[in-house]
Structures are given as structure tokens and as C-alpha cells.
């Protein structure tokens, strides 16, 4: 199966529940119409697709002028370990770049860090992320 990559889609919160069902990540409550209102306060979404279903993605919180945050990377289970996460963080990234965001961040969750040493990006020594809320 062929993989195609989009920046240009905003998926669906119907399109993006199986992800984020399978990564454990909604609360009770939460639902496609939750998750479409998470895609609509996103300045961009990175999408994998195969045979026009969503199979993984990665979004960007952005301030418009010079500050991106990436989040909620995710792919399928039965797709991981496939390079989809790796392009999915390259090509949002890039495209950040792109746009003239010169502070591109994100926060791995536990377990992740050798993935994400993997794709060559530097973790933020001296930098301590605070949960607020």
C-alpha cells in the first residue's frame, strides 16, 4: 500500500477519532465533535493516508509570526515502525521552517526519546517543560 502525505487537509474529527482512540488519548467525553474542535484551533496538521483513510498525523499550535509547537504525533498500530511518524515530523517541521517559524518545539511523551534522537533532532538541555493545567 502506497502512503500519500498531506499539509494541506485538515482532517476530520471522524477522521482522526481511530488515531486518537488507539493511542489512548481521549477522556470520557470526548468525541469526533471534541476532535474537530482540537483540528479547528490548529494552525497545521501533517496527514498520512492510505487508500484515503487518515493512518497517521501530527498537528502544530502556532503563534503566526515565530513560535510552533508540534503535538499529538500519531500513527496506527498496525502501521508503526513504517517511517510514516518520521516523515509526518519532517515534513510539518519543514513546512514550519518554511513559513518562518524559527522556534519549532515539542514535547515527547515518555518512551519516545530515542525516536525522536533518531530523526537527529537535539533535546532541549537546560529547558524543563511545566504542566499547568
Known amino acids: 500500500m502506497s502512503v500519500c502525505y498531506t499539509l494541506d487537509r485538515r482532517p476530520t474529527g471522524a477522521e482522526?477519532?481511530?488515531?486518537y482512540e488507539a493511542a489512548g488519548w481521549l477522556e470520557p467525553g470526548e468525541d469526533a465533535a471534541f476532535?474537530?474542535?482540537?483540528?479547528?484551533?490548529?494552525?497545521q496538521f501533517a496527514c498520512a493516508w492510505e487508500d484515503g483513510r487518515l493512518v497517521?498525523?501530527?498537528r502544530a499550535l502556532a503563534d503566526g509570526v515565530?513560535?510552533?509547537?508540534?503535538?499529538?504525533?500519531?500513527?496506527?498500530p498496525g502501521r508503526r515502525r513504517c517511517g510514516i511518524?518520521?516523515?509526518?515530523?519532517?515534513?510539518?517541521a519543514e513546512a514550519l521552517k518554511a513559513e518562518g517559524y524559527g522556534w519549532?518545539?515539542?514535547?515527547?511523551?515518555?518512551?519516545?526519546?530515542a525516536f525522536y534522537a533518531h530523526l537527529g533532532l537535539p533535546a532541549l538541555e537546560g529547558y524543563v517543560p511545566y504542566r499547568l493545567v
Open 66 to 76: 515565530s513560535d510552533a509547537y508540534l503535538l499529538d504525533l500519531v500513527v496506527l
Open 35 to 43: 476532535l474537530d474542535r482540537l483540528a479547528s484551533g490548529s494552525r
Open 56 to 58: 497517521g498525523s501530527m
Open 85 to 92: 511518524g518520521a516523515q509526518l515530523v519532517r515534513r510539518l
Open 16 to 19: 482522526l477519532l481511530p488515531l
Open 104 to 113: 519549532c518545539i515539542l514535547v515527547g511523551a515518555p518512551g519516545t526519546a
